[in-house]
Every structure is written in C-alpha cells, then in structure tokens.
C-alpha cells in the first residue's frame, strides 16, 4: 500500500482545511487509517484515526469537536476535516495505515509522505 497525503497549507486561525490521503494497491479497505502529526522540536503525535469500516473513530482530545476523519473506500481516500484552526495546529501531518488504531506511531505498516498545515495567528 503506498499513500500519499495532500491538502495542507497556510490558513488563519479559525478557519478550515481538508487534507487526503490516497492510497495505491490492495485491500486498501482492510486497514485503519490514523493521521499523525509532528511539529518543529516536537515528536511525532496521534491526531485521528479511523477503523476498517469507518464505524469507529478516534479522535487526540486536542482535536475533538474541531476535527473530523471519514473514508471512503471506494476512492481509496481517507479525509481528515479540520475546522476551527489554531495556530498550535501548525505541524506537518502524515496519515498512515496499520491493522488498527494505535496511537503509538510505531504500529503502523505504512506512511505518507506528509503535508504541511500552517495556521497563522
């Protein structure tokens, strides 16, 4: 499975961006997804993360209320809405997929390459 994450940029706090992350290759559908984040001097983070069927998600409490993860498997896509921004947002965010959602990022099988979101205050 390769996947590639888009959707980052610059935006002022209190708005709003979609990122996706696209996936190549086989039973795409059978993973869970989770996006992460890693800001400058700071470790890589659990933000969200969706399960196989995209019933069960899970959200970092930073995020809850302001974010949303959904997918669609038959675009091989998972979104990550992200509304009401602040600046401690700013990171890049990579999605990755694994057998579940892990918080911890070193359960995962494979990663995107990342996109960098902004958030100007």
């Known amino acids: 499975v390769q996947l590639q994450a888009s959707g980052g940029g610059l935006v002022q706090a209190g708005g709003s961006l979609r990122l996706s992350c696209a996936a190549s290759g086989r039973a795409f559908s059978s993973y869970a997804v989770s996006w992460f984040r890693q800001a400058p001097g700071k470790e890589r983070e659990f933000v969200s993360g969706?399960?196989?069927?995209?019933?069960?998600?899970f959200h970092a409490n930073s995020v809850k209320g302001r974010f949303v993860i959904s997918r669609d498997n038959d675009k091989n896509t998972v979104y990550l809405q992200m509304n009401s921004l602040k600046p401690e947002d700013t990171a890049v965010y990579y999605c990755?997929?694994?057998?579940?959602?892990?918080?911890?990022?070193?359960?995962?099988?494979?990663w995107g390459q990342g996109t960098q979101v902004t958030v100007s205050s």
């Open positions: 990755a997929a694994g057998t579940i959602v892990d918080p911890a990022p070193g359960d995962y099988d494979y």
């Open positions: 969706i399960m196989w069927g995209g019933g069960n998600t």
